[in-house]
């Protein structure tokens, strides 16, 4: 069978690894053969990530930390690579939602989705580079966009902003560290079945909004982005950067 998305041999660090989308991603790159460092802000709940990442014969690092702490970051990293000898693929989920019209939305709860969802992913990807850059090893990062790439959905003001911000921090990335074997891409979702739209799930209208706006009809499944996350972590996309791959349903396809 091809190597082309085999990951064997490769370390792979996923933010958000403790539920949804980041343990779903977590647990297909071991399936693929990368060992995972695991990241989010809870011990407990990553160490249950870790069991199933496990199963499939693969190692796992188990390193809680708060990404909000978005200075502390650089010496977060550090101390990954110093147990790890480097990361290979660097996979940011970790984010958080604050659902108001934008009339209505606090400066406070602004700043609080702009620094996890977009500051903290540049500086990681800063600290995740440097690293690289100076072993002489190539390096392949993920970003976890969204629909709100590219619309808005109202009530997501500040979420939709940081997603606009890692879909342009993606290609700016991208342009910038092609030259040092680096390549940025980023999957952005359409409507997954999480914790994170769980209080659309149980709104009827928005349930019902969902699966008529999606020509497949239904939610996705945080599983259903592993392929496309393999895929742009592997040789699979050796000549691909800077592109972001839409895992929606048809969403955007559909007028
Ligand atoms: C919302 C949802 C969306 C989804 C996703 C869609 O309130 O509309 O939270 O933002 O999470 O980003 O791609």
Redo the contacts with the bound molecule.
Sequence with gaps: MSSLFDLSGKIALVTGASRGIGKALAVGLAEHGADVVLVARTKEALDRTAVEVEAHGRRTWVKPFDLAHVPQIPEFYRSVVEETGGVDILVNVAGI?R?ALALDLTLEDWNEVLELNLSAVFVLCQAFARERIGSGKPGRIINIG???CEGH?P??VA?TAS?GGIRQLTKALAVEWARYDIRVNAVA???IATE??QP?RDNPELDDWVRRRAPMGRWGEPRELVGAVVFLASEASSYVTGHILYVDGGWLANL
């Design positions: 939602q659902r969204s629909l709100m959905r009530t997501t979420y997603k979702p359409g409507y994170m739209t659309l």
